[in-house]
């Protein structure tokens, strides 16, 4: 029995989320390719079956079935690891995030929190090994700009994420979601949601922060030298980091997977739906800064998270204290 | 045997390999992963023992901050195997192996004071928690906190000092 609860369980719950991400990616990049062209005013994929649904399925067989290459100068065992150090993080995050009341992804564990800093801590490693081993100058311009842009927005992130933490009062996720909070304290994280969304946008290297693959000034940034399958991974792991930051801010800020008002609280197997619901209308958020806003220059980047994100989320945590110390 | 040693000793393989990685392999970007892998091993251990808090703080701190951070490095200045002309200073081995004494004298003492010292209690089991470590952090040891936090800071702008760009009009 003890096997069972310690090996098989948390095991088949590894594979079941891989599958639900691997598949939520798949169509990711369908939703994401369908509502561009309805912003641009085009149809968008509707080839492959119905709706184009058929469309991921097209594109993975052929990723698949690309030639291999490796550049000849590449550093071979970094250069093959890194697409899989991408991926990880953004698979493994996942393992604090509750899913439906009480149950964590795989395990609730007291430093829920700092799991999410440290892995988000880890997720740049992917990115700058790729661009260094492929012996590129545009691969590794474009891997030291995204792990400056990663590393500096990651500071702002972590200060919210300790208002976030001070208000919770613990560090594991599960409990935060069932905490109730009072109506100030809602408001209070609301008014702070844009601010944390603009971190994430930088922290997943999403439009409009995409500098380090700006096509036009670094071929394709780190991913440069990569193809096939290899290319996929990094693919997959931008997308399957927006479904995770997506979970994690509906997690912090939108009750995770609570209905309002405390509203059917006694069906357990209604959170994973609820959950995959809010993420589904965070993700139109990402698409939709990506259809509507351009890219700023890279100075003004660095500007705006130094001169701008950072005393703001400072403030922002002071104020939070004293919230906290007074009104609690 | 049980699975926790079973885990234990896995995990220390690892551990010991990718030490051993970082001082045998001949890139230093090779060396520089080594060590991460290292890291985190270390990590898994403090998760082993009860300390959640110093596993996060190790991952956060040292693989995602100081690795990167040596990354960098290596990759602006250049990676050119070890063992260059660049490599041999006389000084070198001398040094290493006196920290490595340092080292060695330093675990034996915390061995031998753990061995006749008081077994690990519940309470000691609890100080891994983040509550825990932090209100032993700021009150009993409030004062080298705020020290460590005074040298990052006279560090912070020291570094700002040497980066700047000397204005236009002074020489």
Known sequence: ?328 | MSASLVFFIVVAAVSLTSALGVVTSRWPIHSALFMLVNFITLAVFYVTLGAQFLAAAQVIIYAGGIVILILFVVMLIGSEKIGGPSGHRLWTPYAGVALGVLMLATMIYTFASSLFGAPGTADAIEAGHPKAVGMTLFTQYILPIEMAAVLLLVALIGALLLARQPKAGAQ
Do not use: H
């Open chain 1, 1 to 328: 029995m003890d096997w069972i609860n310690l090996l098989l369980l948390p095991v088949l719950r590894s594979v079941a989320l891989i599958v639900v991400l691997l598949t939520g990616f798949a169509y990711l990049t369908w939703y994401e390719r369908k509502l561009l062209a309805r912003f641009q005013v085009r149809i968008g994929p509707n080839r492959a079956g119905p709706y184009g649904l058929l469309q991921p399925i097209a594109d993975a067989v052929k990723a698949v079935f690309k030639e291999e290459i490796v550049p000849n100068m590449a550093d071979k065992a970094v250069y093959m690891l890194a697409p899989a150090l991408a991926l990880i993080p953004a698979l493994i995050i996942w393992a604090v995030i509750p899913v439906a009341k009480g149950v964590p992804a795989i395990a609730d564990v007291n430093i829920g929190f700092l799991w999410i800093l440290a892995i988000a801590g880890i997720e740049s490693y992917g990115i700058i090994l790729a661009g260094w081993s492929s012996n590129n100058n545009y691969s590794l311009l474009g891997a030291l700009r995204s792990s400056a842009q990663m590393i500096s927005y990651e500071l702002p992130l972590g200060v919210f994420l300790v208002s976030i933490l001070m208000l919770a009062g613990g560090f594991s996720l599960v409990s935060l979601v069932e905490t109730p909070r009072a109506w100030w304290e809602w408001i209070w994280l609301w008014l702070m949601f844009p601010l944390f969304f603009i971190c994430i946008l930088a922290e997943t290297n999403r439009s409009p922060f995409d500098l380090p693959e700006t096509e036009n000034e670094l071929v394709a940034g780190f991913q440069t030298e990569y193809g096939g399958i290899k290319f996929a991974l990094f693919f997959m792991a931008e997308y399957i980091n927006m479904i995770t930051t997506s979970a994690i801010m509906a997690t912090l800020f939108f009750g995770g997977y609570r209905l309002p008002f405390g509203l059917l609280g006694d069906v357990i197997w209604l959170g994973p739906f609820v959950l995959a619901a809010k993420v589904i209308i965070l993700l139109f958020l990402f698409i939709w800064v990506r259809a509507s806003v351009g890219r700023p220059r890279y100075d003004q980047l660095m500007q705006f998270n130094w001169k701008f994100l950072l005393p703001v989320a400072l403030g922002y945590m002071i104020i939070t204290t004293l919230l906290t110390v007074f009104l609690k």
